[in-house]
């Protein structure tokens, strides 16, 4: 057999399997377009997450006779911050910190007693909170 009569043979039987499977590799290629749709929407989803929800992160402690509230904002969207420290006993306000840092906010206050038992309670307003 000569080599065109063997080429014309493969394009036949080809032809033949590609009508007989038609809709078969159609739609394979259709899944593997939408995969790969799939897998970019995913990607722009989880940098949109990324971005668009880092919340902020405090933490408030009290060490060594010390009251330490530490506060960030990754996005600078903080529009402020108020903290207090009371006493427990008689609610008298011993301290009253004000912040409109945007990103990064620490408060430190020295307590009278450190044995003595206090209140702490903070307000941050913030756009997604």
Request: proline share 4%; net charge negative; aromatic share 14%.
């Amino acid at each position: 057999m000569n080599k065109l009569v063997l080429l014309i043979l493969v394009i036949f039987i080809l032809s033949i399997l590609f009508s007989l499977f038609r809709d078969e590799i159609e739609m394979y290629l259709f899944a593997k377009e939408i995969e790969g749709e799939m897998e970019a929407l995913e990607k722009t989803i989880d940098e949109l997450h990324e971005e668009t929800f880092k919340l902020p992160t405090w933490d408030e402690k009290i060490e060594e006779g010390m009251y330490n509230f530490s506060y960030y904002d990754p996005l600078d969207q903080t529009i402020k911050i108020e903290v207090f420290v009371k006493n427990y006993t008689t609610g008298e306000v011993l301290f009253h910190g004000i912040s409109t840092n945007k990103s990064k906010i620490n408060f430190l206050y020295k307590l009278p007693d450190p044995n003595a038992t206090y209140l702490t309670s903070y307000m941050i307003d913030h756009p997604q909170m």
